[in-house]
């Protein structure tokens, strides 16, 4: 019964009437724990939509003068594709019950994560070398702060990232991380869609 | 992707099984400091969240007082300079609307409530929702430290609007305001993580036969709650850190260029304007994360204390669900004066009273619950009906403020401070105290004493319109809000201070009486007469646990099974004017006996 059928329902008609089977209790024919991901996703997506209109409304003012793009951000984006892949790649393993393969995965997945953050630490310093700092020019506060909080996003990550792979490393079954490492492969999905459109924004602005 | 069911069930069908739902493992306390402290029972969790958020409130309740003391008799008090009435009415604006009210609505009632009444043994993510209220109180403590640092804390006015915020001559601008900012973030981590309980419990852990449209409005209305406040926080979110960074690192997100004591700051281009539009995109949905626990919470006190079944559950469902939604689109009505556009005020306007239809109906559904209905005036239900009168007292001048053209001059008034006391101040709170009133039997096994609520609820609402419609009046005449006295104001008439000396009279009055609700709550717990089961013979399932108080997992050996919805009273040809949930139909012992049953159906045990 989708969602809609069941919010229609007359519950005083079926009084004394019928348990029906199709009250299972669930909304959702999915785990709970990938409701409760989704459920987060949608609150992290509003806070990045705010910054990115945030972000267009502080453009138009007169002082607003353009970042310079470092070509390292293209090398960062690329290892962050990299590292959603290889948690795609960690998450089919992790189906297929390859318990070697989600560990080389996981591995090469946090390593390339690893190396998009120290690749945002470097462009940082780029740009502060440059003179752009955070009070001299609206546009490198954003900067900052937004790949700040993408960063702070991923490090988050990372923490399930390193217990679950802490769990692999021990020689748990593969069947009692599948859960994480598929939560973990959506949330970096997420992250790697979030900074494609920041990223973007940084480019045509 | 919903769960594929057979269409239709046939009409002979009279019971099919329910699907399974599997037993969840649940945390079980292996000491005293995992049971009681660190715990992850949402019921302690519970608990934790109301004291926290009932202690911080009083200290709030005190600031009103001292706001009143100095509004009342101008000059009388050495103690209180201009700087401190700002930091009072500051930190008593948003203690009350965040830290009392949106914790303890879904904080503590929603952690209660939510499991005992969908037939859950306890939130899906325990530990997170117990990391929720460890941060939730470390926000309070923030908080509270920003009165013991250099300057106090900030008096920038509830809504923070920066530039005034953050530049010397506001209040505690060094560090009250970078603590409160701090503090805000907390809370909204913290929530975020009951947040997700909170809807995810009620999407996925409801019990066998809890169909959407069979839980009580009580989860509802939390529900739809929390939902918009995981929206909205994000947004308030954005704001403080944006302030925070413009207040310790220089950056201009909201600072213009500006001149503050003859010398040029080093701020420049900011927009004031996108600080108040993030600020009431998260303000706006808030006044509805408390209006819409506190609806659904009323549906159920008033539907069990009037023996009658909700009018129009359906309705007061898609009411809400609509509420939430119309929420997000009127913020901008809080920024008439902001020099916007007026084609955006027309907007915003057109909205606002657009959403006067869903709670119209919301309103009109309680009165006929009401209709004809076998009233019980007891406390909760005295509580519950003071409600609907000052939601809709609150409402209506809620509805003159929408309007551009009234609200121009009423803006910054007493006036508005009179809408939104009654509005979102007086009535959840009666909504709250009817609340605890009628879930006390519950928590505590124990009843309170009768007398003392009785007295406790005319002090109460008496007091709170004799202390709110004065305030009205002296917004018509421009008595202007966040004024620290009048001094000189040919345009306001003597008599003004007069009404203003007698509200302080009352309030101080009326704040005292609360202490007849303390005394009461606590000497009952030990002392009030033990509560029998079920005692306001309701039918939602946190009155059907096997113990009462509910224990640890709530529902003993089995989940319950639930065959109706939650307002199943003065059923003809039943024997009882009520039948809870969970009692098969083949148990309902009707006026013809067991055979009888409503419509003759031949019925069958479920299991």
């Given at each position: 019964m989708n969602l809609f059928q069941q919010l229609t329902e007359k519950p005083w008609v079926t009084a004394h009437g019928t348990v029906v089977?199709?009250?299972?209790?669930?909304?959702?024919?999915?785990?709970t724990a990938k409701i409760g991901l989704r459920v987060f996703l949608a609150v992290i997506t509003v806070l990045f939509s705010l910054l990115v209109v945030a972000y267009a409304e502080r453009m138009a003012a007169a002082d607003w003068r353009p970042l310079p793009e470092p070509w390292l951000l293209w090398l960062n984006t690329a290892m962050l594709i990299l590292s959603s892949v290889a948690f795609q790649w960690a998450s089919v393993s992790a189906r297929r019950g390859h318990g070697d393969g989600v560990r080389v995965d996981l591995l090469a997945a946090g390593g390339f994560a690893f190396a998009f953050l120290v690749g945002q630490l470097v462009v940082w310093q780029q740009l502060a070398a440059l003179g752009y700092f955070a009070a001299t020019n609206p546009a490198a506060a954003f900067f900052y702060l937004i790949t700040a909080l993408h960063a702070l996003h991923l490090l988050g990550g990372l923490v399930v990232w390193g217990r679950t792979t802490a769990k692999v490393w021990r020689g748990v079954e593969v069947e009692q991380v599948r859960m994480s490492v598929e939560l973990c492969a959506v949330y970096w999905h997420f992250l790697l869609v979030v900074w494609l459109v920041l990223f973007g924004l940084l480019l045509f602005t | 992707m919903a769960i594929s069911t057979p269409a239709e069930v046939p009409a002979e069908v009279e019971i099919v099984p329910a699907a399974e739902v599997p037993e969840v493992e649940l945390y079980h306390a292996k000491s005293w400091v995992t049971k009681y402290?660190?715990?992850?029972?949402a019921k302690v969790i519970a608990i934790q969240y109301s004291f926290t958020a009932i202690a911080i409130g009083l200290v709030a309740l005190v600031l009103s007082w001292l706001m009143r003391l100095q509004l009342g008799?101008?000059?009388?008090?050495?103690?209180?300079?201009p700087g401190d009435y700002y930091q009072f009415i500051t930190m008593h604006g948003m203690i009350m609307v965040i830290y009392l009210l949106t914790a303890l609505f879904l904080g503590g009632f929603g952690n209660y409530l939510i499991p005992l009444m969908v037939g859950a043994?306890?939130?899906?993510?325990p530990y997170v929702n117990m990391v929720s209220y460890w941060v939730y109180l470390l926000a309070v403590l923030v908080l509270v430290a920003s009165w013991f640092v250099?300057?106090?804390?900030?008096?920038?006015?509830?809504?923070?609007?920066?530039p005034q915020a953050i530049?010397?001559?506001?209040?505690?601008?060094?560090?009250g305001i970078v603590l409160m900012l701090v503090s805000l973030a907390l809370f909204i981590v913290g929530f975020t993580m009951g947040g997700l309980n909170y809807v995810v419990t009620v999407l996925?852990?409801?019990?066998?036969?809890?169909?959407l449209m069979r839980m009580p409005l009580t989860v509802w209305g939390i529900f739809v709650a929390t939902i918009l406040a995981l929206l909205a926080f994000p947004a308030l979110f954005v704001g403080a850190v944006m302030m925070t960074l413009d207040r310790?690192?220089?950056?201009?997100?909201?600072?213009?260029?500006i001149v503050a004591l003859g010398e040029h700051l080093e701020?420049?281009?900011?927009?004031?304007l996108l600080f108040q539009h993030l600020f009431w995109f998260f303000g706006h949905p808030e006044v509805y994360i408390v209006a819409l626990p506190a609806f659904g919470i009323v549906s159920d006190l008033l539907s069990v204390h009037a023996r009658r079944h909700i009018f129009g559950y359906r309705m007061m469902v898609w009411a809400i669900v609509a509420i939430g939604g119309l929420s997000f689109v009127v913020w901008a009505h809080h920024m008439?004066?902001?020099?916007?556009n007026p084609w955006f005020g027309f907007f915003f306007a057109t909205t606002t009273l657009i959403i006067a239809v869903p709670t119209a109906i919301k309103v009109y559904n309680w009165t006929l619950t009401l209709w004809k209905a076998n009233i019980q005036f007891t406390v909760p239900m005295l509580f519950a009906i003071a409600f609907i009168v000052t939601f809709l007292n609150g409402g209506i001048t809620g509805l003159f403020l929408g309007n551009v053209v009234v609200d121009v001059p009423l803006s910054d008034t007493m006036f508005v401070v009179a809408h939104f006391h009654m509005v979102m101040g007086v009535a959840p709170i009666l909504v709250i105290f009817g609340a605890i009133y009628h879930w006390y039997p519950l928590i505590t096994g124990r009843m309170f004493n009768e007398a003392l609520g009785q007295f406790h609820f005319w002090v109460t609402f008496v007091g709170a319109y004799t202390i709110f419609l004065p305030l009205h009046y002296l917004g018509f005449l421009?008595?202007?809000?966040?004024?620290f006295e009048m001094g000189e104001?040919?345009?306001?008439?003597?008599?003004a201070q007069t009404l203003n000396e007698f509200v302080t009279v009352v309030a101080l009055i009326v704040g005292f009486a609360q202490l007849v609700f303390f005394f009461n709550m606590a000497w009952s717990a030990f002392k009030g007469k033990k509560a029998e089961r079920n005692p306001w013979k309701a039918?939602?399932?946190?009155?059907?646990?096997?113990e009462m108080p509910p224990g640890?997992?709530?529902?003993?050996e089995t989940l319950p099974l639930v065959y109706r919805w939650?307002?199943?009273?003065?059923?003809?040809?039943?024997?009882?004017d009520f039948v809870p949930q969970n009692v098969p139909p083949d148990q309902v012992i009707t006026k013809k006996g067991p055979e009888g049953l409503p419509g003759g159906a031949a019925v069958q045990p479920a299991e």
């Open positions: 089977a199709f009250h299972a209790g669930r909304a959702f024919a999915l785990p | 402290v660190f715990s992850q029972d008799f101008p000059d009388s008090f050495s103690f209180i300079e043994r306890d939130m899906v993510f250099p300057g106090g804390p900030t008096g920038a006015g509830w809504t923070l609007y920066p530049l010397s001559g506001t209040p505690g601008a060094e560090w996925q852990a409801r019990t066998r036969g809890m169909s310790l690192l220089g950056t201009s997100f909201f600072m213009p260029a701020y420049g281009g900011g927009s004031p008439y004066v902001s020099g916007m421009g008595v202007p809000r966040r004024y104001t040919s345009f306001i008439p003597e008599s039918c939602s399932l946190e009155w059907q646990t096997p640890h997992g709530n529902f003993g939650p307002y199943e009273f003065g059923a003809p040809d039943v024997e009882e």
